[in-house]
């Protein structure tokens, strides 16, 4: 019997650790890949930048006076060099080696029109056009690539997505900076006006950059960036985009330019530098979390791993006590007995000694059984804050999926199951007004009170930012929308004091849909599509799909 207990508590003890190792390396493996997804992700946006240095080096090389054009080869090729070497640290990673290749091809025919252009004599403005127009497109394509890639990593890294959007925005933002610049420099240098072409181009250009820097709004709340982000937008206002109004309004109303283009190309670099130095900041910034998240969940792995074999020391430990200072004086006792039952009095007895062991393995079998307790509870700790959103306190998305794994795959036609994505009007209004702590109480506050509703079957989780889903059950559409119906009076009724004392309200806008044999996938894009013809038609108010 004392062997079975030993071997059941052996056993025990070992799939208890292996559970928690499991949820521990899972954690691990997040991180690292993360890690690595970032480090490509920064390969390729250095790729970038060398490539639109390269197209630089390329436009001086192709605009340069005659005698200038060694200088500017050289430079150029030196360019080239860097370009290709980042190109083939991305080629050795498996999964961008064809995508990767594809791009050099047309980087590579690119620069055969470039130096078909230069070893030309006559070199006309319109080869020179062509040329650059084809390092252009050459580079977009490679951009291209990177926006699919980075896109890729954020719709499969739920708690990454912030930060690789972020990485995408700066890459836009170098990479259309550069592209502003080469319609400019070709008409400085030949005299020429900017084409409606590439006037569209520039006025696209310029409100897609507006969007990027709002993107970007996210390093505010980040003290080590907010000061650099401000000065590399203002630098990019009174420097950058001034000098193309200039260059603009002079070709306007006096059609022949007012600066060369060398030094519009100065000028130009100038007002990106503290760009550049942001970017250069987030990305250092940006290596050291994620390598500093990965250390430490290595070193938790390591931690459960070195206490699981140390507690598998300890079991054998006990066993072979449990052996040979308890089992074999058991025997020994037993056999006593029965010597004495047999009036065979002269074998040898069990001695007091023997009791004190039994009394010694009570108190091993207490002591193991807390540690038991103890990793149980850390395991059990440790699901919950996988599942739980830290703000609110209420399921995250990962606590929505595994819910949503637990309902049955086919759902019958009288389905009385609905999902609905809540968002909070104006938000955004809120955090601005009354500032991000108190956006956090609301956040905190809606949360409570679509927790509180909710009955039995139904459930809650927070999506991100001020987003919310709710699955719940209804016998029909009416019910259903009685039941969205009472969420939203609810939500209208919630008061929250602001800093300043005032009492501030919140509305919310539903996109619903009723649950079928549709992937979970489709559900949640019809109720965002439904979500969002909410907002179209004023907020506040349930749409339905």
Same mark, same amino acid.
């Given at each position: 019997?004392?062997?079975?207990?030993? =071997?059941?508590?052996?056993?025990?003890?070992?799939?208890?650790?292996?559970?928690?190792?499991?949820?521990?390396?899972?954690?691990?493996?997040?991180?690292?890949?993360?890690?690595?997804?970032?480090?490509?992700?920064?390969?390729?946006?250095?790729?970038?930048?060398?490539? !639109?240095?390269?197209?630089?080096?390329?436009?001086?090389?192709?605009?340069?006076?005659?005698?200038?054009?060694?200088?500017?080869?050289?430079?150029?090729?030196?360019?080239?060099?860097?370009?290709? +070497?980042?190109?083939?640290?991305?080629?050795?990673?498996?999964?961008?080696?064809?995508?990767?290749?594809?791009?050099?091809?047309?980087?590579?025919?690119?620069?055969?029109?470039?130096?078909?252009?230069?070893?030309?004599?006559?070199?006309?403005?319109?080869?020179?056009?062509?040329?650059?127009?084809?390092?252009?497109?050459?580079?977009?394509?490679?951009?291209?690539?990177?926006?699919?890639?980075?896109?890729?990593?954020?719709?499969?890294?739920?708690? !990454?997505?912030?930060?690789?959007?972020?990485?995408?925005?700066?890459?836009?933002?170098?990479?259309?900076?550069?592209?502003?610049?080469?319609?400019?420099?070709?008409?400085?240098?030949?005299?020429?006006?900017?084409?409606?072409?590439?006037?569209?181009?520039?006025?696209?250009?310029?409100?897609?950059?507006?969007?990027?820097?709002?993107?970007?709004?996210?390093?505010?709340?980040?003290? +080590?960036?907010?000061?650099?982000?401000?000065?590399?937008?203002?630098?990019?206002?009174?420097?950058?985009?001034?000098?193309?109004?200039?260059?603009?309004?002079?070709?306007?109303?006096?059609?022949?330019?007012?600066?060369?283009?060398?030094?519009?190309?100065?000028?130009?670099?100038?007002?990106?530098?503290?760009?550049?130095?942001?970017?250069?900041?987030?990305?250092?910034?940006?290596?050291?979390?994620?390598?500093?998240?990965?250390?430490?969940?290595?070193?938790?792995?390591?931690?459960?791993?070195?206490?699981?074999?140390?507690?598998? =020391?300890?079991?054998?430990?006990? =066993?072979?006590?449990?052996?040979?200072?308890?089992?074999?004086?058991?025997?020994?006792?037993?056999?006593?007995?029965?010597?004495?039952?047999?009036?065979?009095?002269?074998?040898?007895?069990?001695? +007091?000694?023997?009791?004190?062991?039994?009394?010694?393995?009570?108190?091993?079998?207490?002591?193991?059984? !807390?540690?038991?307790?103890?990793?149980?509870?850390?395991?059990?700790?440790?699901?919950?804050?996988?599942?739980?959103?830290?703000?609110?306190?209420?399921?995250?998305?990962?606590?929505?999926?595994?819910?949503?794994?637990?309902?049955?795959?086919?759902?019958?036609?009288?389905?009385?199951?609905?999902?609905?994505?809540?968002?909070?009007?104006?938000?955004?209004?809120?955090?601005?007004?009354?500032?991000?702590?108190?956006?956090?109480?609301?956040?905190?506050?809606?949360?409570?009170?679509?927790?509180?509703? =909710?009955?039995?079957?139904?459930?809650?989780?927070?999506?991100? !930012?001020?987003?919310?889903?709710?699955?719940?059950?209804?016998?029909?559409?009416?019910?259903?929308?009685?039941?969205?119906?009472?969420?939203?009076?609810?939500?209208?009724?919630?008061?929250?004091?602001?800093?300043?004392?005032?009492?501030?309200?919140?509305?919310?806008?539903?996109?619903?849909?009723?649950?079928?044999?549709?992937?979970?996938?489709?559900?949640?894009?019809?109720?965002?599509?439904?979500?969002?013809? +909410?907002?179209?038609?004023?907020?506040?108010?349930?749409?339905?799909?």
């Amino acid at each position: 019997m004392l062997i079975v207990l030993s =071997c059941a508590v052996a056993l025990i003890s070992t799939v208890l650790s292996c559970w928690q190792i499991t949820a521990v390396s899972h954690h691990y493996i997040a991180a690292r890949e993360r890690a690595s997804k970032f480090n490509t992700i920064k390969l390729m946006l250095n790729t970038n930048h060398l490539m !639109g240095n390269e197209r630089g080096y390329s436009n001086e090389y192709l605009l340069e006076t005659s005698q200038d054009e060694l200088h500017a080869k050289t430079a150029l090729n030196m360019a080239r060099e860097k370009t290709d +070497a980042s190109i083939q640290q991305l080629k050795a990673i498996p999964a961008l080696t064809a995508r990767v290749a594809d791009a050099e091809e047309g980087l590579s025919i690119a620069r055969r029109t470039v130096d078909n252009v230069m070893t030309d004599s006559t070199k006309t403005p319109t080869e020179v056009a062509r040329a650059m127009n084809a390092l252009l497109d050459a580079t977009g394509a490679f951009n291209k690539l990177t926006i699919s890639v980075s896109m890729n990593f954020a719709s499969k890294d739920i708690a !990454g997505t912030g930060y690789f959007y972020t990485l995408l925005s700066l890459g836009e933002i170098r990479d259309t900076l550069g592209r502003m610049a080469t319609p400019y420099l070709f008409s400085l240098r030949y005299d020429t006006p900017i084409s409606k072409e590439d006037m569209t181009a520039t006025t696209k250009r310029q409100a897609r950059l507006n969007v990027l820097w709002l993107l970007l709004g996210g390093l505010k709340d980040n003290p +080590a960036l907010s000061g650099d982000l401000q000065r590399a937008r203002e630098d990019y206002k009174n420097k950058t985009e001034f000098l193309i109004k200039s260059v603009d309004n002079h070709m306007t109303y006096n059609g022949l330019k007012h600066i060369d283009a060398v030094v519009f190309s100065i000028q130009y670099r100038e007002g990106l530098s503290h760009f550049q130095l942001l970017e250069q900041k987030y990305l250092d910034n940006l290596g050291s979390f994620f390598a500093n998240q990965t250390e430490q969940s290595f070193d938790r792995l390591v931690e459960v791993i070195v206490s699981l074999i140390v507690l598998l =020391c300890i079991i054998i430990t006990i =066993c072979i006590f449990i052996n040979m200072r308890v089992l074999k004086p058991l025997l020994t006792l037993n056999e006593t007995i029965r010597n004495v039952m047999d009036d065979n009095i002269n074998k040898k007895g069990a001695d +007091a000694e023997d009791a004190a062991e039994i009394q010694n393995l009570f108190k091993s079998i207490d002591l193991l059984d !807390g540690v038991f307790k103890q990793q149980k509870a850390e395991t059990k700790v440790l699901t919950r804050k996988m599942n739980e959103d830290p703000l609110t306190g209420i399921g995250n998305r990962r606590f929505f999926n595994e819910q949503v794994a637990k309902l049955p795959q086919h759902i019958p036609e009288d389905a009385s199951l609905w999902l609905a994505i809540i968002d909070v009007d104006h938000f955004k209004r809120v955090n601005d007004t009354w500032g991000h702590p108190f956006g956090d109480e609301v956040l905190i506050g809606l949360a409570r009170t679509l927790q509180s509703n =909710c009955r039995a079957g139904d459930f809650v989780a927070r999506f991100g !930012g001020e987003e919310f889903a709710v699955m719940f059950n209804a016998e029909s559409d009416v019910q259903a929308q009685k039941i969205l119906a009472r969420f939203q009076e609810t939500i209208r009724a919630m008061r929250f004091v602001a800093p300043d004392g005032n009492q501030v309200g919140i509305t919310a806008s539903f996109g619903a849909v009723q649950v079928d044999d549709a992937s979970i996938e489709t559900l949640l894009e019809k109720a965002d599509a439904a979500l969002y013809q +909410a907002k179209a038609d004023g907020r506040d108010r349930v749409s339905w799909a």
